[in-house]
């Protein structure tokens, strides 16, 4: 059964930073992909960031340079690491897994995945 886990999602200020983590089970980063997402309050769901199995990787530009998408193969465990942190980036965080979808143009519609974690909160305070 393919399952995914968020973890480190929490409370930072403004300027700050949090390292997200995706575990993954039942499957292998060797042939799914991951994207990550976020949904604030009130709003669609969000592409952020995909990384292939190859340690390919793709940033949404709100994002691009404040966020390192990043995969350990022998942990089966994705990593988004976020820094300068801005009130805008409060959302929750989801993982998804899906074969061959990070590099195309579909990357970040998340209709096109068929594994979803839980999602973990992240909150930015000013």
């Known amino acids: 059964e393919v399952q995914l886990a968020e973890s480190g999602g929490g409370l930072v200020q403004v300027g700050g930073s949090l390292r997200l983590s995706c575990a993954a089970s039942?499957?292998?980063?060797?042939?799914?992909?991951i994207g990550w997402f976020r949904q604030a309050p009130g709003r669609e769901r969000e592409g952020v960031s995909c990384i292939t199995g190859h340690g390919s990787t793709y940033y949404a530009d709100s994002v691009k340079g404040r966020f390192t998408i990043s995969s350990d193969n022998a942990k089966n465990t994705v990593y988004l690491q976020m820094v300068s942190l801005r009130p805008d980036d409060t959302a929750v965080y989801y993982c998804?897994?899906?074969?061959?979808?990070?590099?195309?143009?579909?990357?970040?519609?998340?209709?096109?995945?068929?594994?979803w974690g839980q999602g973990t909160q992240v909150t930015v305070s000013s």
């Open positions: 039942g499957f292998t980063l060797d042939n799914y992909h």
């Open positions: 998804a897994a899906e074969r061959d979808i990070c590099g195309t143009p579909w990357h970040f519609h998340q209709n096109e995945y068929d594994y």
